[in-house]
């Protein structure tokens, strides 16, 4: 604890006399300083032990008295020293009154007290509750250092929380909880997210104090790593402000995680090297060496279905994704392959688990985003993303081709997400949309639409009616309501316009195809 008036009081080598404040004697003591001007507020800064003599002051006239003790009291003097014996035998009643009804303690130094014993026995209190802190500050850290080194991170904020006297919380990339200490903080924490979501938005090392939940207590956040952008964050929630040796544990605490969190990142990116070696064997077709390599690692992952994610955007939002899938997996316990190419991530992840359904809420959330501002199709730096239907390791270049032909109908659509099972559960009839598309159908089509321009036949008509009927000439002509030899010539004259035989089953297909393609505009 720092000095106070009542312990200025109580040191028996001052024999200093309470004469006025006795019930505000508890107040801390920055500094005890020696003045004789008549208004030494503007070298005051706010806590000090004020000592004079009375030398310059007109110490009986009771307005004068009034007037100097409130400009002290308003900038923060916490006591008045008089020293009788030297201008005054004892402190005069317009000094004593003032202070009384300013609430100012007052307290009367014996002519044998010389200030400096008094300015020493607060610096010697000051530095002893300073080494006190420091002392306190280093047992704090060795202990933080043993719980993380022990028990992890949960450890390391239990030892936290014991040495606040309060609780802390752990959040991960993606503003999630990831741990907390005590356990009944957890739900305090977790109303904070939106806290730590804006703290995330600035560059590390960032910190705020927010009120706690409900005004219940006061809580501290720092942002926790060394990037541009925070790996995690941390809460610490007391009744009030960090004393000394508190702010010690908790930057001990910042320090420790923040290099559990570098450590981890560094294991991640090795992580990542070996992820993108295994997802080279399996595209190559080498499932057996890619088990071998995954080992404990990813093995898990390859022994249950599992969905192939590609996705292109910029950085920031790739960025995103790769947050929320990685911090939703670790969440779930489960494993996920994540391999960075560029603007492009390949993920692969267990089908039906946390990893793909993150996936598919950010992507629902970048949706969102762009219904908000009322754009027709996605940005070009926008996300896409495509998701192959479950696969296995044996079929791993197949659900990777199945993940791009997603991503490339998302961007022909301006979707963000894609489902490979979406399009194979679909009709075909979307995607004859594609401008392409329309354009063969458009040509191959252009002779018998001139052809009927002339008014000599309806040879589109008869030829969607015909192949609608699968070649059948009496159900065709009747929905002509033509004879069937009518029927048949014009068949044989949209075979001797387009110069292909309709026996042949591929040019009855396009026909039809391009057939619906104009339908359609």
């Given at each position: 604890?720092?000095?106070?008036?009542?312990?200025?009081?109580?040191?028996?080598?001052?024999?200093?006399?309470?004469?006025?404040?006795?019930?505000?004697?508890?107040?801390?003591?920055?500094?005890?300083?020696?003045?004789?001007?008549?208004?030494?507020?503007?070298?005051?800064?706010?806590?000090?032990?004020?000592?004079?003599?009375?030398?310059?002051?007109?110490?009986?006239?009771?307005?004068?008295?009034?007037?100097y003790v409130k400009r002290l009291v308003g900038a923060g003097v916490v006591g008045l020293g008089f020293a009788v014996g030297v201008n005054y035998d004892e402190i005069p009643k317009a000094l004593v009154d003032a202070a009384e009804r300013e609430g100012l303690p007052l307290l009367e130094v014996p002519r044998r007290t010389p200030f400096l014993a008094i300015s020493k026995a607060v610096s010697a209190a000051i530095a002893a509750d300073q080494y006190r802190a420091v002392t306190a500050g280093f047992a704090a850290q060795r202990e933080l250092t043993r719980q993380a080194l022990n028990a992890g991170p949960e450890g390391l904020l239990t030892a936290l929380a014991a040495q606040v006297d309060g609780w802390a919380a752990l959040y991960d990339a993606s503003g999630?909880?990831?741990?907390?200490?005590?356990?009944?903080?957890?739900?305090?924490?977790?109303?904070?997210?939106?806290?730590?979501?804006?703290?995330?938005?600035?560059?590390?090392?960032?910190?705020?104090?927010?009120?706690?939940?409900?005004?219940?207590?006061?809580?501290?956040?720092?942002?926790?790593?060394?990037?541009?952008?925070?790996?995690?964050?941390?809460?610490?929630?007391?009744?009030?402000?960090?004393?000394?040796?508190?702010?010690?544990?908790?930057?001990?605490?910042?320090?420790?995680?923040?290099?559990?969190?570098?450590?981890?990142?560094?294991?991640?990116?090795?992580?990542?090297?070996?992820?993108?070696?295994?997802?080279?064997?399996?595209?190559?077709?080498?499932?057996?060496?890619?088990?071998?390599?995954?080992?404990?690692?990813?093995?898990?992952?390859?022994?249950?279905?599992?969905?192939?994610?590609?996705?292109?955007?910029?950085?920031?939002?790739?960025?995103?994704?790769?947050?929320?899938?990685?911090?939703?997996?670790?969440?779930?316990?489960?494993?996920?392959?994540?391999?960075?190419?560029?603007?492009?991530?390949?993920?692969?992840?267990?089908?039906?688990?946390?990893?793909?359904?993150?996936?598919?809420?950010?992507?629902?959330?970048?949706?969102?985003?762009?219904?908000?501002?009322?754009?027709?199709?996605?940005?070009?730096?926008?996300?896409?993303?495509?998701?192959?239907?479950?696969?296995?390791?044996?079929?791993?270049?197949?659900?990777?081709?199945?993940?791009?032909?997603?991503?490339?109908?998302?961007?022909?659509?301006?979707?963000?997400?894609?489902?490979?099972?979406?399009?194979?559960?679909?009709?075909?009839?979307?995607?004859?949309?594609?401008?392409?598309?329309?354009?063969?159908?458009?040509?191959?089509?252009?002779?018998?639409?001139?052809?009927?321009?002339?008014?000599?036949?309806?040879?589109?008509?008869?030829?969607?009616?015909?192949?609608?009927?699968?070649?059948?000439?009496?159900?065709?002509?009747?929905?002509?309501?033509?004879?069937?030899?009518?029927?048949?010539?014009?068949?044989?004259?949209?075979?001797?316009?387009?110069?292909?035989?309709?026996?042949?089953?591929?040019?009855?297909?396009?026909?039809?195809?391009?057939?619906?393609?104009?339908?359609?505009?």
């Open positions: 604890m720092p000095p106070t008036l009542a312990s200025l009081v109580h040191h028996s080598a001052l024999k200093l006399t309470v004469r006025a404040g006795e019930d505000r004697l508890d107040v801390p003591v920055r500094w005890a300083h020696v003045s004789e001007l008549a208004d030494p507020v503007p070298y005051m800064e706010g806590g000090e032990l004020l000592l004079i003599t009375a030398l310059k002051l007109d110490a009986e006239d009771p307005q004068a008295m009034l007037k999630a909880v990831v741990a907390t200490a005590p356990e009944w903080a957890g739900r305090r924490a977790a109303r904070l997210t939106a806290e730590v979501e804006r703290l995330r938005e600035r560059p590390a090392p960032a910190s705020s104090v927010v009120g706690g939940p409900d005004n219940e207590d006061r809580v501290e956040l720092h942002s926790l790593g060394t990037g541009r952008r925070p790996r995690a964050a941390l809460a610490v929630g007391t009744a009030s402000a960090l004393g000394t040796a508190e702010r010690y544990a908790v930057h001990s605490a910042i320090a420790l995680l923040t290099l559990t969190t570098e450590r981890s990142r560094s294991l991640h990116a090795a992580e990542q090297r070996v992820g993108a070696a295994v997802l080279r064997m399996l595209l190559a077709g080498q499932p057996d060496h890619a088990r071998a390599v995954a080992g404990d690692l990813y093995g898990r992952l390859l022994d249950a279905p599992f969905r192939m994610i590609v996705a292109d955007a910029g950085g920031e939002l790739l960025a995103g994704l790769v947050e929320a899938v990685e911090s939703a997996a670790a969440r779930a316990g489960e494993a996920v392959l994540v391999v960075p190419e560029g603007e492009r991530l390949v993920v692969l992840a267990a089908d039906g688990g946390a990893a793909v359904t993150a996936c598919v809420e950010y992507a629902a959330a970048r949706e969102a985003a762009r219904a908000v501002r009322e754009q027709a199709s996605a940005d070009a730096d926008d996300l896409v993303v495509g998701l192959s239907a479950p696969s296995g390791p044996i079929a791993a270049a197949g659900a990777y081709k199945q993940a791009e032909q997603a991503l490339s109908v998302a961007r022909r659509r301006g979707r963000i997400l894609v489902e490979h099972d979406q399009l194979a559960s679909g009709s075909v009839l979307p995607l004859l949309a594609d401008d392409a598309v329309k354009a063969f159908a458009d040509g191959l089509l252009r002779p018998l639409y001139e052809h009927d321009a002339t008014g000599r036949g309806d040879l589109v008509a008869s030829l969607r009616a015909w192949l609608s009927r699968h070649g059948q000439w009496d159900a065709a002509a009747a929905d002509l309501g033509v004879h069937r030899h009518t029927l048949r010539y014009r068949m044989r004259r949209v075979e001797e316009i387009l110069g292909r035989s309709l026996d042949d089953p591929d040019v009855r297909m396009e026909l039809w195809l391009a057939l619906k393609a104009t339908s359609a505009e």
